[in-house]
């Protein structure tokens, strides 16, 4: 079976409660409840947030250790900031799909350039939660 963490960044924790009209009204719990019923039985799913960007390199880390298979990571903000988290996706060897709730190319300038997109297979943006279940199902292939 195999292993796939789903990491999420800064401020994903306040799913359901920050700019609903951005990302919805649904929480972080609900979508891990979506994708367990989803995938739950293809795949070891792991789930981690973070508010700082140390904790999701750590946890990166520790993710390749454990030999897990993929990733799929929402870094949230720290996308379009953060080399030090492109250097640790870049240097886990986990394939990795990064995620976007919204559709970061209708939004400020500044959301445009991930720092991450260079080091993932793929990128989903704008597809709202199913947006995670796309990926899922790219890493996992019937």
């Known amino acids: 079976m195999?292993?796939?963490?789903?990491?999420?960044?800064p401020n994903l924790?306040?799913?359901g409660k920050r700019e609903p009209e951005i990302y919805g009204r649904a929480t972080l719990a609900d979508l891990e409840t979506a994708l367990r019923a989803e995938f739950?039985?293809?795949?070891?799913?792991?789930?981690?947030?973070?508010?700082?960007?140390?904790?999701?390199?750590d946890e990166i880390a520790r993710l390749a250790e454990a030999k897990f298979d993929a990733l799929v990571?929402?870094?949230?903000?720290?996308?379009?900031t953060s080399v030090a988290l492109r250097d640790a996706v870049a240097g886990s060897g986990l394939k990795t799909v990064e995620v976007h709730i919204s559709n970061?190319?209708?939004r400020e300038e500044f959301r445009h350039h991930s720092y991450l997109s260079g080091v993932s297979v793929g990128v989903?943006?704008?597809?709202?939660?199913?947006?995670y279940h796309a990926a899922l199902r790219f890493l996992l292939p019937a």
């Open 2 to 9: 195999k292993k796939i963490a789903l990491l999420h960044g």
């Open 73 to 80: 990571l929402n870094a949230g903000a720290l996308t379009h």
């Open 40 to 57: 739950g039985t293809a795949a070891e799913l792991h789930f981690f947030q973070s508010n700082h960007e140390g904790a999701l390199i």
């Open 104 to 106: 970061v190319y209708r």
């Open 13 to 15: 924790d306040r799913l």
């Open 124 to 131: 989903v943006a704008g597809l709202g939660f199913e947006g």
